[in-house]
């Protein structure tokens, strides 16, 4: 009879959102590894950074894990001043310190007190969280969901209404996690969504009166089963779809942007998290053909209201003017804007730590991400009120 022992070494990713290649492990101490590409029918592969992974049997050792192609990910920025993830029990993730980039390489070291680890780029959130959080929306009586339709691997693309429409109320549209591997999106929108359903606070009422708030929590529940960082199922990078978005390919901003032509849009948030920047900032919107002048005006007025509302967000650091040329309107915010003419906005979460307001032992992760969601109801509401 075989039994398992204790002391067997393995790495294993076979689960929700896990991803990595093992290359060798020798010993504790001597563990190869490479980042997974985004899996995709049609994908080119070229997406890879994030990882989720268990590592079983190095309960007092040193551990050494050596990723080789480190510099070959999407985001080589996002590696310097970055600490892996990690966490016995799934639910308290703290940062590894000794997580260095040296010669195009990511190297963790760690001695685990347990024999069973979860090693991550960054806190995940789950699609069993994902559907938990779903449930509790559903039995709210301020909100319901609803399926916009299929993603390409046949999961829901999920929506959540809260307040009734009615004449004179504006349409917000909120989605998040066009690219599954920013988990900190999932868990801001989770943080909104509870501060939003509080049947005692104050601003959440006079939103729920003025506005009906549309949120899409996950846009890409295939990528972020997958384990990918930026892709669909399709190997579609979401947020490069808005344009011209397909049922083959990105049926996921196609049902959005039929619902969105449905509903109208009054105020646009897409929610991300960016891997090399250690700040909250917004990608704002000025740069778009026609932006007009009544745009520009309520979005400086919607960045100051975040900005009195919570110090982890900034607007010193931020993405430089041009960046995204010609696919500038193949973005989610950037198309809302041009489309709607209304005050359309990307936020961006570090993957790292907020600089301005550091964490040393969580740095920014998914708690934090959740207060942030509830802060920004202060802008919405003051973005209602005007
Ligand atoms: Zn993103």
Redesign the pocket.
């Known amino acids: 009879m075989n039994r398992p022992s204790a002391m067997t070494l393995r790495i294993s990713s076979n689960f929700d959102s896990g991803a990595i290649e093992v290359l060798s492990i020798a010993s504790p101490g001597d563990i190869r590894l490479k980042l997974r590409a985004d899996q995709g029918v049609g994908g080119d592969g070229a997406f890879r950074q994030w990882f989720h992974f268990r590592l079983h049997g190095a309960a007092g050792q040193d551990v050494r894990m050596v990723f080789e192609n480190a510099a070959a990910a999407a985001y080589p920025d996002g590696w310097p001043g970055y600490r892996c993830v990690a966490s016995y029990d799934r639910r308290h993730w703290f940062r590894i310190g000794t997580t260095r980039y040296e010669d195009g390489r990511l190297i963790v070291e760690h001695r685990p007190e347990r024999n069973s680890i979860y090693y991550a780029y960054f806190e995940p959130y789950s699609h069993e969280r994902h559907l938990d959080l779903l449930g509790r929306v559903e039995l709210s009586p301020f909100a319901s969901v609803s399926n916009l339709g299929a993603t390409v691997e046949g999961r829901d693309l999920d929506l959540v209404t809260v307040g009734r429409p009615a004449p004179g109320k504006r349409p917000v549209w909120i989605i998040a996690r ?2 599954p591997g ?1 988990s900190m ?1 999932e868990w801001f929108i989770e943080g909104l969504l509870e501060r939003l359903l509080d049947a005692a606070d104050p601003v959440a009422r006079r939103i729920r009166e003025k506005a009906v708030l549309y949120i899409v929590p996950n846009m890409n529940p295939d990528g972020a089963i997958r384990g990918n960082l ?1 892709t669909n199922a399709a190997g579609v990078n979401l ?1 490069r779809a808005w344009r011209e978005p397909s049922v083959e390919h990105s049926p996921e901003v196609l049902l959005v942007r039929r619902a969105m032509e449905a509903s109208g849009v009054g105020l646009f948030l897409d929610i ?3 891997e090399a920047l250690p700040y909250v900032f917004f990608s704002t919107a000025e740069e778009v053909p026609g932006f007009s002048d009544e745009q520009r005006a309520r979005q400086a007025r919607f960045v100051e209201a975040f900005a009195a509302a919570s110090p982890d967000f900034q607007t010193e650091h931020g993405y430089a003017v041009g960046r995204f040329q010609d696919e500038l309107l193949t973005l989610a915010s950037k198309w809302v804007a041009h489309r709607f003419g209304c005050v359309s906005l ?1 936020l ?1 979460m570090p993957f790292k730590d907020n600089a301005n307001l550091p964490d040393g032992i969580a740095g920014w992760n998914g708690e934090r991400s959740m207060r942030l969601g509830a802060a920004m109801l202060a802008p919405i509401l003051q973005h209602l009120a005007g």
């Open positions: 066009q690219h920013e999106a930026r947020n991300h998290g960016d990307t961006e």
